[in-house]
């Protein structure tokens, strides 16, 4: 659902293949406050909506800023955005949502980044600042001509030692992520925004970890959608009942029945359509819920995930 109008301001090229857009709100009002590691979603021509993580400082009412890389593999939001917009036209926006917030009360916070997954690591490493609490970056870019953010980041390390660039293409080895976790001081928060890669590394070194210390985002899923088919899906509330058909999905067949069901990024990482369900037993493909919500089976993201079972009754 989008709650805001906005005006795009400002484009700006961070980097090689990545532009920055400032927007503000259309009827000049104040926007609404964010926190550190909050996103928007964006709802695009053809009703695609993509959420991008907001890189501006939090204390800021008057804009949000969001990057954009453009990427080979596009599903239609990154081209659209490089392609289409310029300052004054209007978007309509979810209001900030949080799914990755920053524990501010730990004694370090260490991040690690990939790419485009630097965005939410310079709103946290402003309110940290604002804090007096420190931090410390890990950034893995292809090249310096692609590392976003990276001179703002340097600017904002009080310490002088607290970012640490790897570049691959100038013979750098890949950041050592079980040796970061490794070495993390004892109470450490440690963050990872990055590719798939990159986060199955962190998630395996973070094992040991207690969970509470332990924050990832998604921008892309680690998974493949479930279009086998071939389950029938009973909807409680309406006793409507439907048959996924081999080729769909699940959120196809529901949208193709008109049930009004919300859903943000089709991939399962935002949560945006977390579903009951009341029988039968999920195929999850997702990256939102934790294995222990999984084994229980009492919700799904119904965009990517599927049925192991022959009938799935889900509460809609």
């Known amino acids: 659902m989008s709650d805001l109008q906005l005006l795009l301001r400002q484009l700006r090229r961070e980097a090689e293949g990545i532009v920055s857009y400032e927007f503000v709100s259309a009827d000049g009002a104040a926007l609404p406050p964010f926190t550190a590691g909050a996103h928007i979603d964006l709802h695009l021509p053809g009703g695609l909506v993509r959420s991008y993580s907001l890189a501006n400082d939090p204390v800021e009412r008057h804009r949000y800023v969001i990057a954009v890389d453009r ?5 239609g939001g990154s081209a659209w955005m490089h392609s289409v917009p310029r300052p004054g036209d209007r978007l309509a926006s979810s209001a900030p949502i949080n799914d990755f917030p920053l524990y501010e009360d730990a004694p370090l916070s260490i991040f690690i980044a990939g790419g485009i997954g630097i965005t939410p690591f310079v709103s946290m490493a402003a309110r940290l600042n ?4 420190p931090w410390r970056l890990h950034y893995a870019a292809r090249s310096p001509l692609r590392a976003a953010y990276a001179s703002e980041l340097q600017a ?23 040796a970061i976790v490794r070495d993390a001081p004892a109470g450490a928060h440690v963050y990872c925004c990055g590719p798939s890669g990159m986060l199955d590394a962190f998630t395996a070194a973070c094992h040991a970890l207690p969970p509470q210390r332990v924050h990832l985002e998604r921008f892309s899923a680690s998974q493949e959608a479930a279009t086998a088919g071939g389950y029938e899906v009973m909807l409680a509330r309406s006793g409507k009942c439907l048959n996924v058909e081999p080729g769909r999905t ?10 009004p069901i919300q859903y943000s990024c089709s991939q399962g990482i935002c949560g945006t359509c977390c579903t009951p369900v009341l ?26 995930s599927g049925s192991l079972t022959p009938r799935l009754v889900l509460d809609l």
């Open 71 to 75: 990427s080979d593999d596009s599903r």
């Open 130 to 133: 604002a804090l007096g609490h």
């Open 279 to 304: 029988e039968g037993t999920p195929d999850h493909r997702d990256d939102y819920l934790t294995p222990e919500e999984r084994a229980a089976n009492r919700a799904m993201m119904v965009c990517c």
């Open 156 to 178: 904002m390390d009080r310490t002088g030692r607290s970012v640490a660039l790897r570049c691959t293409n100038e013979g750098a080895a890949r950041l050592d992520i079980a």
């Open 250 to 259: 699940l959120l196809d067949t529901l949208l193709d029945a008109g049930i």
